[in-house]
């Protein structure tokens, strides 16, 4: 299947022949191992990449040497969009927690088909405001809730997540200590079996 037609299938619409052309010729899929590091803090990107199958996170390190989970990625979403939006070096790293594949689709290449293509353009517009969607209710669970709860939220959000990303990963996105979101996982399972 070539670039287009998968992006077809993925973001469910129909591209235009002459953007489909556009796209085939300079966006490509591409492999990324387990571990693989994407993007570097500090370096500048050049591409947004759709996830055709894998899991990514984005994370900060803090002045004490902490790595913060940022943002998490999945099949059929977008990452490294922050290069797209501001044209400066990447403020965190991104790092494939599994082997990905992805379709690297250049910065220039995203910019002509959204002056080009109205359809493509409300899709990148959507995906943006859904970003930004998640980012807010970040910050509300973060402010909010308690942690049991931030981790049934996160469930709920993440529901493929938990046998696919380890445990201090998922608790520094929640905003809590592996071994407090292990007692959590713990009491929530034997709740779920009285």
Excluded: W
């Excluded at 037609?5 to 022949?17: P, V, W």
């Excluded at 997540?161 to 007692?183: M, P």
């Amino acid at each position: 299947m070539n670039v287009s037609k998968y992006l077809e299938t993925g973001l469910g619409i129909e591209i235009e022949e002459s953007t489909a052309d556009m796209i085939n010729k300079e966006a490509f899929f591409i492999k990324f191992s387990a571990k693989h590091i994407v993007l570097l803090e500090g370096m500048k990107s050049t591409s947004l990449y759709f996830i055709v199958h894998g899991i990514v996170r984005g994370y900060y390190i803090d002045d004490q040497g902490n790595d913060i989970t940022k943002c998490f990625s999945s099949h059929n979403e977008f990452f490294s969009s922050e290069g797209l939006r501001s044209e400066s070096v990447s403020s965190f790293t991104i790092e494939c927690l599994e082997d990905c594949e992805c379709i690297q689709l250049p910065y220039k290449l995203i910019y002509k088909v959204i002056t080009k293509d109205e359809k493509l353009n409300s899709i990148f517009v959507r995906y943006y405001l859904r970003e930004v969607g998640k980012l807010e209710n970040r910050v509300r669970n973060l402010a909010l809730m308690n942690a049991e709860e931030r981790y049934i939220d996160f469930c709920r959000q993440y529901p493929h997540f938990n046998d696919r990303v380890e445990l201090k990963y998922i608790a520094s996105y929640i905003g809590i200590r592996t071994a407090s979101l292990s007692r959590i996982r713990r009491e929530l399972k034997n709740n779920s079996s009285n």
